[in-house]
């Protein structure tokens, strides 16, 4: 469902005067202003105070909200019957465990706010969802297509790699771009990788890099890069490639922060999935998989020596998460590691066993 005009549904706690709209003057009183009585697109305010008007509606009629996400709501009854909203500004998703459920609460909605019904979710945030057999598939083709007419790059032959593995990105030192014109691509880039490609997420990411004045004084700045993906029942759901903010001294180092970085995502997902009524209880630890045996041995050891103040931090919150049996962390080789694409450029034999491994499948 879609909500029409929703930030004018939000009501303001404070006092907002505007200028007269262009056209609608009214004559022998220029001088005068309009004193807002409610939200209006624009505002500052708008978003937040939207958002505050559909929490008490629904949380008025008996929906719980999830505290690890503030935007999905769920009501379910006793006998396990109910519906999940997953909101997005004005944008929304319903699950139901039934059609009765999904009626009575797009009738609810509707009945308090200027709804659209746009029936059985087919697109929504540019992300195509397709329901197969034995399951759902999520495409964002159409998009890529799209970014692809829109820079000329329809014509451009594909490759096996998102990014060559053998050459070392430096900075420009030849002909100026538009900055606003590679900004656009890498934007455009990003919302594909955060939606439906971990594929090109270190490409995407390094690329990204290059846009940034500081770091064009620097040929490398040392920091390493963390990657780690979830799976859920054989596909990705969640997935990161970031430089990381500390400087380390060693692989082992290196590996530990990407390893608590995975940590905290870890607890997040499995505290969003404890609240979700359908969700098996209890949950067992979430199995974190690192190609590091020194990091393991670091990770499960109750000593530590004290030499990087940031890494005692980290070791001891990943301490924490295997004893309460937030996480499991377990040894993998790196040519089994899901989550190695996200660190480095790969081959392509390695990259295609990364996509298969994910769930990622070609359209074509």
């Not at 594929?199 to 780690?228: C, M, P, Q, Y």
């Not at 922060?257 to 997902?269: D, T």
Request: charge should be neutral.
């Amino acid at each position: 469902m879609d909500v029409n005009t929703a930030f004018l549904n939000g009501e303001l706690e404070e006092e907002i005067y505007m200028k007269q709209p262009e056209g609608f003057v009214m004559p022998g009183n220029e001088h005068k202003v309009c004193k807002l009585i409610k939200s209006l697109y624009g505002l500052k305010q708008a978003p937040k105070q939207w958002h505050q008007k559909f929490d008490e509606i629904v949380l008025s009629t008996g929906f719980v909200l999830n505290q690890a996400d503030k935007c999905v709501y769920s009501k379910f009854d006793s006998f396990g019957k109910g519906v999940i909203i997953c909101l997005y500004v004005d944008d929304m998703l319903i699950f139901g465990t039934d059609q009765e459920h999904v009626n009575k609460t797009k009738e609810f909605l509707s009945s308090k706010f200027d709804m659209k019904d746009l029936g059985e979710a087919e697109v929504i945030l540019g992300i195509r969802i397709i329901s197969e057999n034995n399951g759902i598939t999520i495409s964002q083709s159409h998009y890529i297509e799209m970014i692809l007419k829109k820079f000329n790059c329809l014509n451009c032959s594909p490759v096996g790699t998102p990014i060559d593995p053998t050459v070392k990105l430096l900075p420009n030192q030849g002909n100026p771009i538009s900055q606003l014109e590679y900004a656009k691509a890498i934007g455009c880039l990003m919302y594909a990788m955060v939606s439906t490609r971990p594929d090109i997420a270190f490409a995407v990411g390094k690329l990204s890099r290059i846009s940034d004045a500081s770091w064009i004084t620097n040929l490398e700045d040392h920091s390493s890069t963390s990657g780690w993906v979830f799976l859920l029942d054989g596909g990705a759901i969640c997935w990161a490639s970031k430089k990381q903010t500390c400087i380390t001294s060693s692989t082992m180092e290196s590996e530990f922060v990407a390893l608590a970085s995975a940590g905290k995502e870890a607890e997040w997902l499995r505290n969003l999935l404890f609240e979700i009524p359908l969700w098996p209880k209890p949950i067992s630890p979430i199995s974190i998989r690192c190609d590091s045996a020194a990091t393991l041995a670091k990770a499960y050891s109750q000593v530590y020596n004290g030499k990087s103040r940031h890494l005692g931090v980290r070791h001891i919150m990943i301490r924490e998460l295997i004893m309460n049996g937030i996480i499991s962390a377990e040894f993998v080789r790196s040519q089994y590691n899901m989550a190695d694409h996200l660190t480095k450029g790969l081959g392509r034999d390695l990259v295609k066993k990364s996509v298969i491994g994910m769930g990622l499948k070609s359209t074509l």
